[in-house]
């Protein structure tokens, strides 16, 4: 994480310079320059993560062993026009939620059939 602090008046500037000092919470070259990088793609970065949890969504609000699905970009969503509002850009973010049909016991049964493999970080299979 990076940032800066802006001071209303002198005081609180020294105070805040103390405390830098104090901590040594001063970014190293290096962490920063890797920062400034990265910040350059996360625009592009966040929407194709919000694309990305647009199409999960959209697959799991149509499968049949899903009870529910909650992403603020799915037409379904309750409060899919104040989502709207506030993601002007259509970026709705990367968290969904969702509940399976089954309970539990379902939960398990998918969980157990979780595979990881070298290439894969992770798939599954509704069975």
């Known amino acids: 994480m ?14 805040v310079k103390f405390w830098q000092n104090v901590h040594g919470n001063i970014m190293a070259p ?8 990265t910040c350059k793609t996360l625009h592009v970065r966040v929407k194709q993560q919000s694309a990305s949890a647009l199409a999960v969504a959209t697959f799991l609000e149509a499968h049949p062993k899903i009870a529910w699905v909650r992403y603020p970009g799915l037409a379904s969503h309750p409060q899919k026009a104040l989502a709207d509002k506030q993601h002007s850009n259509g970026c709705h973010g990367t ?30 299979q509704f069975v």
């Open 95 to 124: 968290m969904l939620a969702c509940e399976l049909k089954g309970g539990v016991a379902a939960g398990r049964a998918l969980m157990d059939g979780v595979q990881v493999s070298d290439h894969v970080l992770c798939g599954f």
């Open 30 to 37: 290096q962490a920063a320059f890797y920062q400034l990088q």
């Open 2 to 15: 990076g940032g800066a602090a802006i001071c209303a008046t002198q005081k609180l500037d020294e105070a």
